[in-house]
């Protein structure tokens, strides 16, 4: 377990307190919980499922009366008890627990002084509080509960895999292993939200090894990435293109009628998958094809002389 010090702040308003064991024992993924508080009006009588949750699990809460008619005054006191402990200097990161989009510009300013922040909320909790925080968190997710919600926010696993073949090629042209462990920080680093458990796995390792363009190899507890060795599939895929512009004969094959029957053949064909942005790149890589522009300025692929 990290070493990092962490304060948790929930507000009660935007939470239910069906999630605080959970939370809990997610937060011991990223180190050690120093300051636990919970904010709202606590003469509330909605407030009688939190009272016991907050007596078993040791969390302070803080008493903030809704003194003015449409005003917020739990998420006022959240920010400004926030802004005292980053002051303090006291954690290094911070846990804010809501599905509320107010503490965006929190998570924004605490970030910016070098903090860790850790969002979590439901699945209604707006973009813009997701992409605030280092790491979100859906607590349905934690419940193991389907997302079965309209406009769900899970990136295709389709874009996933591409992304990380980029990662993988990328670390290739510099000679370098892409490790598991990469993989994971620079996802989280572009989709915070990004969490493997939204796909029905427990771990990362376990989520790439289903995917057929990758293969994990372990080194004394080091585990590296790599994209499976195409070298047979690419000699079957030339020599189909090749057969395609062969039947073409002398007026040659436009590129966008190669691709389309290349797809057909391959449903599962993806040129990123060997190392080329398009597919004219991916044409140009085989060794008796060609490709001109013709009177009509479309491309067309036709065998070397």
């Not at 300051?35 to 809460?61: C, F, H, V």
Request: aromatic share 10%.
């Amino acid at each position: 377990m990290s070493d990092k010090k962490f304060a948790i702040l929930i507000d009660s308003d935007n939470v239910s307190s069906k999630y605080i064991t959970y939370i809990l024992d997610e937060m011991t993924k990223y180190g050690v919980i120093t300051y636990k508080r919970i904010y709202g009006d606590w003469t509330s009588a909605q407030m009688g499922k939190w009272k016991q949750e907050l007596l078993e699990n040791s969390i302070t809460p803080i008493q903030q009366f809704s003194n003015t008619a449409g005003k917020n005054a739990t998420d006022s006191a959240l920010i400004i008890d926030a802004m005292d402990l980053l002051y303090t200097d006291h954690v290094d990161g911070f846990c804010i627990v809501s599905s509320d989009s107010d503490f965006t510009r929190l998570a924004s300013r605490l970030r910016e002084s070098g903090k860790e922040v850790i969002g979590m909320g439901e699945e209604k909790t707006p973009k813009s509080f997701r992409a605030a925080c280092t790491v979100f968190t859906n607590l349905e997710i934690l419940l193991n509960q389907e997302e079965e919600a309209a406009g769900s926010s899970v990136i295709r696993k389709e874009v996933i895999e591409q992304d990380i073949a980029s990662i993988i090629l990328e670390n290739n042209d510099k000679d370098k292993a892409t490790g598991l462990g990469e993989i994971g920080n620079r996802l989280v680093k572009k989709y915070s939200d990004f969490d493997v458990r939204s796909y029905g796995y427990s771990s990362l390792s376990k989520f790439l090894e289903e995917m057929d363009s990758f293969e994990l190899r372990k080194t004394n507890n080091v585990v590296t990435v790599r994209l499976r060795d195409n070298r047979t599939r690419k000699q079957e895929l030339d020599d189909f293109a090749v057969a395609m512009v062969r039947g073409s004969g002398k007026n040659g094959l436009e590129l966008a009628a190669l691709g389309n029957g290349m797809h057909r053949k391959f449903a599962d064909f993806k040129v990123k998958d060997y190392g080329y942005s398009t597919f004219s790149k991916f044409v140009q890589s085989i060794s008796q094809l060609e490709i001109r522009e013709n009177k009509t300025h479309n491309k067309v692929v036709f065998l070397k002389s």
